[in-house]
Nanobody, 127 residues
Framework: EVQLVESGGGLVQAGGSLRLSCAASGFTFDGYAIGWFRQAPGKEREGVSCISSTDGSTYYADSVKGRFTISSDNTKNTLYLQMNSLKPEDTAVYYC????????????????????WGQGTQVTVSA
């Protein structure tokens, strides 16, 4: 059974940092794209960042470029999202998700593309 469990969310002041983790079980990252998504109250879920296990290609939403970094530790089957210079508009529930397949030069960043989802972790950034 595929499971994704996020952790690391919390309350932080604007300008601060958080590192989210997503522990995966029931599959390995090989042959998957894995990503981070977020959903703020009253808004649609949006892609934040993703990484392809095929060639390591990454995607970042324009709103987080230069501030967030996605990485994975395949030995631990864990995905990370380092979030720096956080802004109040980053406040949302953050989800990790996985999609089987080989992706070159990019990775899918639309939520509807993904098959497996975690339960989410809340990130709140105060002004």
């Amino acid at each position: 059974e595929v499971q994704l469990v996020e952790s690391g969310g919390g309350l932080v002041q604007a300008g601060g940092s958080l590192r989210l983790s997503c522990a995966a079980s029931g599959f390995t990252f090989d042959g998957y794209a894995i990503g981070w998504f977020r959903q703020a109250p009253g808004k649609e879920r949006e892609g934040v960042s993703c990484i392809s296990s095929t060639d390591g290609s990454t995607y970042y939403a324009d709103s987080v470029k230069g501030r967030f970094t996605i990485s994975s530790d395949n030995t631990k089957n864990t995905l990370y999202l380092q979030m720096n210079s956080l802004k109040p508009e980053d406040t949302a529930v953050y989800y990790c998700a996985a999609l089987s397949g080989d992706y070159y030069y990019t990775c899918p960043h639309r939520p509807r593309s993904y098959d497996y989802w975690g339960q989410g972790t809340q990130v709140t950034v105060s002004a």
